[in-house]
């Protein structure tokens, strides 16, 4: 690793209980979070919640239109190097070796770098991952009030020479059909556990 990387915040937020936050950035900058147990069943009660965003189209797009099936969402940006493109990929992987139940739930990426990522970079991001995934963004006020839904931070960090990373909660959130809370899948967790967490998703 580089003095850049070096140099990027690590951040944590409680999410009733320990929620480890990783960094990722651009321009050779990342970190990965450290492992961290599930938040206190009770706590999922009240996770989550409503939240407007917006697809890459530009078209509004509620928190209700997830209901029905279970999904796991992800907080990140096309220009990470590391983290994101890293958990996108392993949770395309993760849907293939399950089978038939890798269609019984939906993979959604929120970008927290509205002014960075265009919808037309969204779009192409997502078909690099070869997985239906659904790309949601929008405007400042309205990934605020996503971020906080999820109890999540992100933050734009400057660097040299105008460029910038995005200092954010590297975790992927495992939601149940009805929008509640279920249990989470950290970068450092081998699959086989991942895939356990999955296959109780989606199968209750």
């Known amino acids: 690793m580089n003095e850049a990387a070096g140099r990027v915040l690590r951040r944590t937020a409680m999410v009733a209980g320990a929620l480890v936050l990783g960094t990722a950035g651009w321009l050779l900058v990342a970190h990965a979070p450290d492992a961290a147990p599930d938040p206190a069943a009770s706590y999922a009660r009240a996770f989550g ?14 928190s209700e239109r997830l209901r029905g099936k279970p999904f796991v969402i ?6 990470c190097p590391d983290v994101c493109p ?22 959604v990426f929120v970008s927290v770098d509205p002014k960075g990522d265009t919808p037309e970079q969204i779009r192409h991001y997502l078909t690099l991952f070869e997985t239906p995934i659904i790309g949601l963004t929008g405007t400042a006020q309205q ?11 992100a933050e734009r960090v400057p660097l040299q020479r105008g460029a910038y990373t995005m200092d ?22 081998n699959d086989e556990t991942a895939l356990a967490k999955l296959r109780r998703l989606v199968n209750g």
């Open 49 to 62: 919640g409503s939240f407007t965003l917006a697809d890459p189209n530009g078209r509004p797009f509620g």
């Open 74 to 79: 992800f907080f990140g940006f096309t220009r």
């Open 86 to 107: 890293t958990m996108l990929s392993r949770m395309a992987l993760l849907r293939s070796r399950l089978g038939n139940d890798g269609n019984k739930f939906n993979i």
């Open 143 to 153: 990934l605020r009030a996503a971020e906080e839904a999820f109890a999540i931070s």
């Open 168 to 189: 954010h909660t590297a975790s992927v959130f495992l939601m149940g059909a009805k929008g509640e809370f279920v249990s989470t899948i950290d970068f450092h967790e």
